[in-house]
């Protein structure tokens, strides 16, 4: 994990720092966000809808090849529909976390619009690291129901902070804009105590960008 992290913020590091023709954007957009559970016998999850923006790089490697290093702040989460059935609670909450999710997309123009612009596919490997969780629902008991508004420290609700996994998506540059909508396929288990259990991120981002 360690060394994945390096090779990945240093491979940013070389990419804007060795290139005369790096070009500065920013980007905004909304974030449909889920978690996949497995084994998932008591729990359902929906996605939750977040937004998303930050700055981003595009590096001019060829005519039709560019790579896109990017900084973004993203809400994220999901809602969860759990019964524990030995001590008869349902929780039905909704669990949104603010991260930062560092991405470098590797994009290649399947179609080009003229001078700078073009229909791309891009693929990219992404780092986030969450914030503190905050939890909004209810947990309903046979005697009562009691609401829940409150932030929750990661590891008191079993997650863990950091995340990693792949990126995939298909975009369009017109002039100085850029469109796109991807996919985010978490790798890293955020499951922190129970060994049984595997927890995984799942994610789209649709995203405006502009190019300065």
């Given at each position: 994990m360690?060394?994945?992290?390096l090779?990945?913020?240093?491979?940013?590091?070389?990419?804007?720092?060795?290139?005369?023709s790096a070009?500065?954007g920013?980007?905004?957009?909304?974030a449909?966000?889920?978690q996949h559970?497995?084994p998932?016998?008591?729990v359902e999850?929906s996605?939750?809808?977040g937004?998303?923006?930050g700055?981003?790089?595009?590096?001019?490697?060829?005519?039709?090849?560019?790579?896109?290093?990017?900084l973004?702040f993203?809400?994220?989460g999901?809602?969860?529909?759990e019964?524990l059935?030995?001590?008869?609670?349902r929780?039905?909450?909704?669990f949104k976390q603010?991260?930062?999710l560092?991405?470098?997309?590797?994009r290649?123009d399947?179609?080009r619009?003229?001078?700078s612009g073009?229909l791309y596919l891009g693929l990219?490997?992404f780092f986030s690291?969450?914030?503190d969780?905050?939890?909004?629902?209810?947990?309903?008991?046979p005697?009562?129901?009691?609401?829940?508004d409150?932030?929750v420290?990661?590891?008191?609700?079993?997650?863990r902070?950091?995340?990693?996994?792949?990126?995939?998506?298909?975009?369009?540059?017109?002039g100085?804009?850029?469109l796109?909508a991807?996919?985010?396929?978490?790798l890293?288990?955020?499951?922190r105590?129970?060994?049984?259990?595997?927890?995984?991120s799942r994610?789209?981002?649709?995203?405006?960008?502009?190019y300065?």
């Amino acid at each position: 994990m360690n060394s994945l992290k390096l090779t990945f913020f240093s491979l940013i590091f070389f990419l804007v720092a060795g290139t005369v023709s790096a070009q500065l954007g920013v980007r905004a957009g909304i974030a449909l966000s889920d978690q996949h559970i497995d084994p998932d016998d008591n729990v359902e999850t929906s996605s939750l809808l977040g937004f998303s923006a930050g700055i981003m790089v595009e590096i001019n490697v060829t005519d039709r090849f560019a790579l896109q290093p990017e900084l973004l702040f993203v809400q994220n989460g999901v809602y969860k529909d759990e019964f524990l059935p030995i001590q008869e609670v349902r929780w039905q909450a909704d669990f949104k976390q603010n991260s930062l999710l560092l991405a470098v997309m590797t994009r290649y123009d399947i179609v080009r619009l003229g001078e700078s612009g073009g229909l791309y596919l891009g693929l990219s490997p992404f780092f986030s690291y969450g914030m503190d969780v905050l939890v909004e629902g209810e947990t309903i008991t046979p005697s009562a129901s009691v609401e829940i508004d409150a932030s929750v420290k990661n590891r008191n609700i079993g997650w863990r902070r950091a995340d990693y996994g792949v990126g995939a998506g298909l975009g369009v540059r017109f002039g100085n804009f850029v469109l796109d909508a991807r996919y985010n396929y978490g790798l890293a288990n955020l499951e922190r105590f129970d060994d049984d259990v595997t927890i995984n991120s799942r994610s789209i981002l649709l995203g405006l960008g502009y190019y300065f």
